[in-house]
């Protein structure tokens, strides 16, 4: 069984940045995509970033995609979601997931991630 723990959310000034963390363990890391979600209020979770395997393919929503950067540790069995000009629109819970087992770097589909954190709060005040 594949457990994820998320760390790093807090409450942040618009413009400023954070880096999110989530460890791994229970399972093979380095075979796994990785992805970050989030769900704000009201919203149902989406997508934000994700990574391939090895670390050599990275996708993100257009939302993030200038300002977020989405890097994995293998040896540390870590992923890091780096957050940058952060808008309050970013405010959500943000949530650490993991595939199954996977060797090709195509992106998985949203229902592929079959693991997940508890979550971790980032809050962006105006």
Not at 82 to 107: F, G, H, W
Request: proline share 3%; with cysteine; charged share 15%.
């Amino acid at each position: 069984q594949v457990q994820l723990v998320e760390s790093g959310g807090g409450l942040v000034q618009a413009g400023s940045s954070l880096r999110l963390s989530c460890a791994a363990s229970g399972g093979t890391f380095s075979n796994r995509a990785m992805g970050w979600f989030r769900q704000a209020p009201g919203k149902e979770r989406e997508f934000v970033g994700g990574i391939s395997s090895s670390g050599a393919y990275t996708w993100y929503t257009n939302a993030v995609e200038d300002r977020f950067t989405i890097s994995r540790d293998n040896g540390q069995n870590t992923v890091y979601l780096q957050m940058s000009s952060l808008k309050p629109e970013d405010t959500a819970v943000y949530y650490c997931a993991a595939t199954n087992a996977r060797i090709t770097p195509r992106r998985p589909d949203d229902s592929e991630y079959h693991y997940w954190g508890q979550g971790t709060q980032v809050t962006v005040s105006s």
